[in-house]
């Protein structure tokens, strides 16, 4: 593996260390700001909403900058962005904030993934693209739990301050080891019109399909460890790291599947499992075991394999898409688009159920979008084609 494609992954991490920082305080941010919790998790829907609108602009406004330049932008706006946040007043402010953290995501996102499939060997884009990824498996397990332990110790402002030292180390590790990557030629990374929807739209459906299950539960996590475990403060970030292992666990499965060309055999197994971790997560949050350790197993366990279905599905939908487009920007732009947008109707069916019903609806609306997918996908993914044969 290029050994560039791990600063990278420090860019992911970053990333993703910032995007879901707040989320083991959401209920004492929420309370310090006079708003619900449901009213706080809109902070994670106006951040990928944005990143959702901008990504395929940016794609098209700097489709042949450089790829090292665009990750530097990127990562500089976030560390503006994470301090300016640390400081809001208000929620309204903050609230505005998060949505144009959002565009850094927007602009460096894509440009990570084609910068790492450009560095590995062809044989290897698999892989170094779950590597990229990895890097949000490594928020899970040491960015976000650390941010939910130095929030109850200094407070949820503080979290955002370490989001931002957190864009600081890779900028630096960029700007100083990270090579030129130019830009594929414009015949591959032009408009709209460069993409054959024809193929890529069951990726775009997958991708969209994926994160809206999981997000609908995953930024909640909080309330959901709180009724299902209970457990409060500091020790979320201990349940939160489950989804960094579970990640570890799903990324290894889904580099070795992608560099295999798995299909849709993988993803409908990969949903499964996500409807089976919400179901556990529904379990939980109705006490079927008893309260204590079998319960924190419990809540554990779920979290665990929801994340290793996210991520086994993940790599597989991103190496077709780069397959199938020669990497375009604009094709990975709208990958991170759909992403945002399953994001962010996650995150609004998540705080719709807690609003309405309670902590306990949580997985059951994870639960029912996870059974949709499913079965949506059983009859729309399209099946691996059969190898030809050479006449004699």
């Known amino acids: 593996m290029n050994p560039r494609i791990y600063v990278l992954t420090l860019v992911t991490f970053a990333f993703g260390s910032g995007a879901f920082i707040f989320a083991g305080m959401l209920e004492t941010l929420a309370h310090d700001l006079g708003v619900t919790t449901a009213v706080a998790g809109q902070l994670q829907t106006a951040f990928v909403l944005t990143s959702a609108l901008l990504g395929p602009v940016a794609a098209w406004l700097f489709g042949q900058v450089d790829r090292k330049f665009m990750v530097i932008a990127g990562l500089t706006t976030g560390l503006v962005l994470h301090l300016a946040c640390a400081m809001t007043p208000n929620f309204g402010m903050l609230l505005v904030l998060r949505a144009l953290a959002g565009l850094a995501g927007a602009m460096s996102g894509p440009a990570a993934s084609v910068a790492a499939a450009s560095l590995a060997a062809p044989e290897r884009r698999g892989s170094a693209i779950a590597m990229v990824s990895g890097g949000m498996t490594l928020a899970f397990v040491v960015g976000i739990p650390l941010g939910s332990l130095v929030g109850a110790m200094f407070g949820w402002r503080a979290t955002f301050l370490l989001a931002a030292a957190m864009s600081a180390i890779p900028l630096i590790a960029v700007i100083f080891f990270l090579p030129r990557v130019p830009a594929p030629p414009k015949r591959q990374g032009g408009g709209l019109q460069s993409l054959n929807l024809a193929t890529v739209w069951p990726f775009y459906l997958t991708t969209f399909l994926t994160f809206a299950a999981n997000m609908t539960l995953n930024l909640y996590i909080a309330p959901i460890v709180r009724v299902g475990a209970g457990v409060t403060g500091a020790g979320v970030g201990a349940f939160q790291a489950m989804i960094g292992f579970g990640s570890i666990a799903g990324l290894t499965l889904g580099a070795r599947a992608a560099d295999r060309d798995a299909g849709r055999g993988w993803i409908l197994q990969g949903f499964a499992i996500q409807a089976t971790a919400m179901s556990v997560h529904f379990a939980a949050t109705h006490h079927v075991l008893p309260a204590g350790w079998p319960s924190a197993v419990l809540v554990a366990t779920g979290i665990f394999l929801a994340a290793t279905a996210l991520f086994s599905i993940t790599p597989v939908i991103q190496a077709k898409l780069i397959q199938a487009t020669s990497g375009a920007p604009v094709a990975l732009a709208l990958n991170g688009s759909v992403i945002s947008m399953g994001q962010a109707l996650g995150s609004a069916v998540g705080g719709a159920a ?6 306990p609806a949580i997985p ?17 993914f399209p099946r691996q084609p059969a190898p030809a044969h050479i006449a004699d």
């Open 354 to 359: 807690l609003a309405t019903y309670g902590v």
């Open 364 to 380: 059951g609306a994870a639960l029912t979008l996870s059974l949709t997918a499913l079965t949506t996908l059983a009859f729309l």
